[in-house]
């Protein structure tokens, strides 16, 4: 049992539908309320909702979409062995150095659960994580975008069974330009009936909100 008390305002982990093998993680490293975004999030997020969210590095925006996926490939097994290469849940992000931290913090959160998470990126040993994608299967794969269209072109990853795709800080994907590598990966997921899409960006400019409003449903 988690023992935290209530205070007006703020959200408990405990109060959303979160597993208890996710909130041990939460607790073991002292997290008991919500950040504003994951309040805003999580209630909506849990429920297979697509979110459009403006959100700065350092509001806690990680942890809202990775206890999202988490909770959702607990509450969902699949019915058969998953294939390698062939990702439940994508994250995309603009820079090598997010990617990683996405990862640290996404094997931390989930110690207590049994996922195979990889990140995908350049300058790093480019044969090994083309043999992990083709011999280990995926549950969650964190990438740049570059790295990522190498591998659709030479049919290592397969992105037509991805059940929750994130777009983080699309913002500075847009000042780097990186869209059109964006854009022909999402093309390769599920159509967004068919999906849950989470994005989030610093600055909600009108090119930005024209690619949420193009990839997100219901958001």
């Known amino acids: ?10 959200t ?3 109060d959303l ?11 073991d490293l002292r997290f008991e309320y919500c950040t504003e975004v994951q309040a805003e999030v999580l209630p909506k997020s849990m429920l297979g909702k697509d979110i459009i969210t403006q959100a700065q590095t ?3 925006k990680t942890a809202a979409f990775l206890f999202t996926v988490f909770n959702h490939i607990i509450k969902t097994p699949l019915l058969q062995k998953a294939k390698s290469g062939t990702p439940r849940a994508l994250i995309l992000a603009p820079t090598r150095e997010l990617v990683l931290q996405i990862e640290k913090d996404a094997r931390q959160l989930s110690k207590y ?9 350049g300058s790093i040993d480019y044969k090994k994580q083309q043999n992990t994608l083709k011999y280990k299967p995926c549950d969650i794969l964190i990438c740049t975008p570059g790295r990522l269209i190498d591998f659709i072109n030479k049919k290592n ?7 929750i795709l994130i777009i983080d800080e ?18 390769n997921t599920p159509e967004k009936a068919k999906r849950q899409t989470m994005f989030f960006t610093a600055t909600l400019t009108s090119d930005v909100k024209g690619l949420a409003d193009t990839w997100t449903k219901d958001a």
């Open 17 to 27: 539908d979160i597993s208890k093998n996710i909130l041990h993680a939460i607790y």
């Open 1 to 10: 049992v988690f023992n935290v008390p209530k205070i007006e305002g703020k």
């Open 12 to 14: 408990r982990f405990h």
């Open 170 to 187: 699309a913002d500075r994907m847009l000042d780097i330009g990186f869209i059109p590598d964006v854009i022909k990966i999402v093309r």
């Open 58 to 60: 350092g509001t806690g």
């Open 113 to 121: 659960l049994n996922l195979n998470i990889l990140a995908i990126l």
């Open 157 to 163: 990853v397969n992105l037509r069974k991805v059940e």
